[in-house]
Nanobody
């Protein structure tokens, strides 16, 4: 599986941004997907995950209620809708995939996409 995230962007605090990640390979629909982020000087952290059918989603406490993960298996794409953005959301965002059908934020992912910069100005 190869993952390619769209270009992120610069947005003001309180604004919104949607990231997308396109996957190659016919097995995409059977993989759980996730988004992670890494801020300067910090370790990479879990942001959100979605099960293979899209029926289950999981979020880090820091983004719960503001971010929404979704997927379109017909388009081999996973999305991260980010609302009410804060300066502390500034980071490089990565999409990732696991051959497991469910993923709740712990444990390794099998495939990683290239990161995309998201910058939230105050």
């Amino acid at each position: 599986v190869q993952l390619q995230a769209c270009v992120g962007g610069l947005v003001q605090a309180g604004g919104s941004l949607r990231l997308s990640c396109a996957a190659s390979g016919r097995t995409f629909s059977s993989y759980a997907m996730g988004w992670f982020r890494q801020a300067p000087g910090k370790e990479r952290e879990f942001v959100a995950a979605i099960s293979w059918t899209g029926g289950s989603t999981y979020y880090a406490d820091s983004v719960k209620g503001r971010f929404t993960i979704s997927r379109d298996n017909a388009k081999n794409t996973v999305y991260l809708q980010m609302n009410s953005l804060k300066p502390e959301d500034t980071a490089v965002y990565y999409c990732a995939a696991t051959s497991r059908t469910y993923y709740s934020g712990s444990g390794p992912m099998d495939y990683w996409g290239t990161g995309t910069q998201v910058t939230v100005s105050s």
